[in-house]
């Protein structure tokens, strides 16, 4: 039987869910997700639960936050002043806005909290710090 290995190019079907259950992601209505096995192209819990699968195969697995998006990092939250929110911006709790960072490169943050003085910015993946578990079915393999 084929067995994914560390190279092989795979398919996978896929749902995603936190610790209460609430799905997160999932590939159902859609063509099954393909990567490469050691390309760090998912995370890397991820790519530990699929090798040695064997085509066909299904499991659920729960991977900690410390192989999925790592732990939560509070020094990744700005709070900024309100007065320096943009003018055609309504700042709104989960808002995703990009920024460009000290190294003039691009970076995603979400709104994570709105007073009457400040506006704060979360430059966390959204699921840091969260253990996740995944259902997933090896849809192919290509060694």
Known sequence: MTQAKSGDNVTIHYTGKLEDGTVFDSSEGREP???????????PGFEEAVMGMNLGDSKTVTIP??????????EMVMNVPIDQVPPDITPEIGMQLELMNDSNQPMVVRISEITEEH??????????????TFDIDLVTVNG
């Open 65 to 74: 936050s410390e192989k999925a998006y790592g732990p939560r990092n509070e």
């Open 119 to 132: 506006v704060a910015l979360d430059a966390n993946p959204p699921l840091a710090g969260k253990d996740l």
């Open 33 to 43: 997700l393909p990567f490469t096995i050691g390309e760090s192209q998912v995370i």
